[in-house]
């Protein structure tokens, strides 16, 4: 038997939900990208039980200086019994702050092994309730979040648009 066909049977009731959610933490909402080139895998029940929960204070992590543009990208890995139950009730937590999936993608096509990778949209103020309610979801394997200044892109932006409604008032002027 091929060694992803036995880790695949290993992990029937034991999966690894490689969740990886962008959260945007702005004054500007729709501001930021985000790019992440990682694949995540499954892992067998064997190599599981080397994992310790994480129980990150999300509300230290998350002291920002006010009057800054910053985007906020929190990476979780997760785990859980109940796969179903957890994709659905994250999507629920996400319509419930006031959020939207930017994209997702569910593989579910074994009974044995289930996976999903998703990047969330959350608005900065509503950012920290919904990642004590991840946390609150299921077992936190891993969590990375990082944190850009954009606030000189903004003003530059914003100036070239001053810039362009003059243009347009002159324009119209004529």
């Known amino acids: 038997m091929e060694p992803r066909k036995e880790n695949t049977m290993k992990t029937r009731?034991?999966?690894?939900?490689?969740?990886?959610?962008?959260?945007m933490l702005s004054c500007v909402a729709?501001?930021?990208?985000?790019?992440?080139?990682?694949?995540?895998?499954?892992?067998?029940?064997e190599q599981g039980k080397d994992y310790k929960a994480v129980s990150p204070d999300t509300k230290e992590n998350l002291s920002l200086p006010t009057g800054k543009k910053i985007i906020v990208t929190v990476e979780y890995s997760l785990e859980t019994k109940k796969f179903n139950e957890t994709v659905n009730a994250l999507n629920a937590k996400v319509a419930k702050h006031g959020g939207y999936a930017e994209s997702a993608s569910v593989n579910n096509d074994s009974e044995e092994c289930a996976d999903a990778y998703f990047i969330f949209r959350i608005p900065s103020d509503k950012l920290n309730a919904f990642l004590t309610d991840v946390e609150n979801s299921a077992?936190?394997?891993?969590k990375r979040q990082t944190a850009e200044d954009v606030t000189l892109d903004y003003h530059d932006t914003e100036s070239q648009l001053t810039a362009l409604r003059l243009q347009e008032e002159r324009i119209l002027a004529l």
Not at 31 to 45: A, I, K, L, R, S
Not at 139 to 142: A, G
């Open 139 to 142: 077992k936190v394997i891993r």
């Open 30 to 45: 729709g501001c930021g990208t985000y790019v992440n080139d990682t694949q995540n895998e499954p892992c067998d029940e």
């Open 13 to 23: 009731t034991l999966f690894l939900l490689a969740l990886s959610l962008i959260l």
